[in-house]
């Protein structure tokens, strides 16, 4: 699905997904039809610009990841602003990709989405797990009676390791020699037993606990 206010880029931008061999089930030109759109086609990505009348792409974003945490994100701007870029990555996006993009870039990354990477525009990805980091070194109020830790199995350990060092899903299948699948379902099952919600709550998680640098 693509979110976009200005009829041109976004029927240009469907048209090469569709050209690509791609479908798209919806388009949408403000943030309040975005949400009716997307809760209604339930697309597996949803391409999306954060400047839009009537509901701002943040929170179109948190919406419809809060209602599907399946739900991929891909956010497509033409701000490269710092503070936009990890704004959208907390609200739940999975990438950033600016629209400065090459059509071919932006087909790569709808499809690296579409399977569980973060993609972002060269720079950005840097820029976001410094705030992971910085996130993570924030102490974290515990509850009085807080239940144990779940227990994770050695392979689900090991695979949230390399997460928290950002790697990509395709890179962990290849380091440890397993299918892309299996680690989506590795992640899925961590994200349920952490009762997490998305890739940036998990980094996060094992950032604190000190993973990405053993």
Same mark, same amino acid.
Request: aromatic letters at 2%; a negative charge; glycine letters at 8%.
């Given at each position: 699905?693509?979110?976009?206010?200005?009829?041109?880029?976004?029927? +240009?931008?469907?048209?090469?997904?569709? /050209?690509?061999?791609?479908?798209?089930?919806? $388009?949408?030109?403000?943030?309040?039809q975005?949400?009716?759109? =997307?809760?209604?086609?339930?697309?597996d990505?949803?391409?999306?610009?954060?400047?839009?009348?009537?509901?701002p792409?943040? *929170?179109?974003?948190? &919406?419809?990841?809060? =209602?599907?945490?399946?739900?991929?994100? #891909? %956010? #497509?701007?033409?701000?490269?602003?710092?503070?936009?870029?990890?704004?959208?990555?907390? @609200?739940? +996006?999975?990438?950033?990709?600016?629209? @400065?993009? @090459?059509?071919?870039?932006?087909?790569?990354?709808?499809?690296?989405?579409?399977?569980?990477?973060?993609?972002?525009?060269?720079? #950005?990805?840097?820029?976001?797990?410094?705030?992971?980091?910085?996130?993570?070194?924030?102490? %974290?109020p515990? /509850?009085?009676? &807080?239940?144990?830790?779940? *227990?994770?199995?050695?392979? /689900? $350990?090991?695979?949230?390791?390399?997460?928290?060092?950002?790697? @990509?899903?395709?890179?962990? +299948?290849?380091?440890?020699?397993?299918?892309?699948?299996?680690? *989506?379902?590795?992640? *899925?099952?961590?994200?349920?037993?952490?009762?997490?919600?998305?890739r940036? /709550?998990?980094?996060?998680?094992a950032?604190?606990?000190? #993973?990405?640098?053993?």
């Amino acid at each position: 699905m693509v979110v976009d206010d200005h009829p041109m880029w976004r029927d +240009a931008v469907a048209r090469d997904l569709a /050209e690509a061999g791609l479908d798209v089930v919806a $388009t949408a030109g403000d943030g309040e039809q975005a949400v009716r759109r =997307a809760k209604a086609a339930a697309p597996d990505v949803l391409v999306l610009d954060l400047n839009l009348p009537a509901k701002p792409g943040v *929170q179109v974003c948190k &919406e419809l990841v809060g =209602a599907d945490p399946k739900l991929r994100v #891909l %956010v #497509l701007s033409a701000s490269g602003e710092h503070a936009d870029v990890l704004e959208a990555v907390k @609200s739940g +996006a999975t990438g950033y990709l600016l629209k @400065s993009a @090459s059509t071919e870039e932006l087909l790569d990354a709808v499809r690296r989405t579409a399977v569980g990477d973060a993609v972002f525009t060269p720079g #950005l990805a840097g820029l976001v797990l410094g705030e992971y980091r910085r996130l993570a070194s924030e102490p %974290v109020p515990t /509850e009085p009676d &807080e239940p144990k830790a779940p *227990q994770l199995t050695d392979r /689900e $350990t090991e695979v949230l390791r390399l997460v928290a060092k950002g790697l @990509s899903y395709k890179q962990i +299948a290849e380091r440890l020699v397993i299918s892309h699948r299996t680690v *989506q379902n590795h992640v *899925q099952n961590t994200l349920g037993k952490l009762q997490l919600h998305n890739r940036v /709550e998990l980094v996060r998680y094992a950032i604190e606990r000190g #993973l990405d640098e053993e």
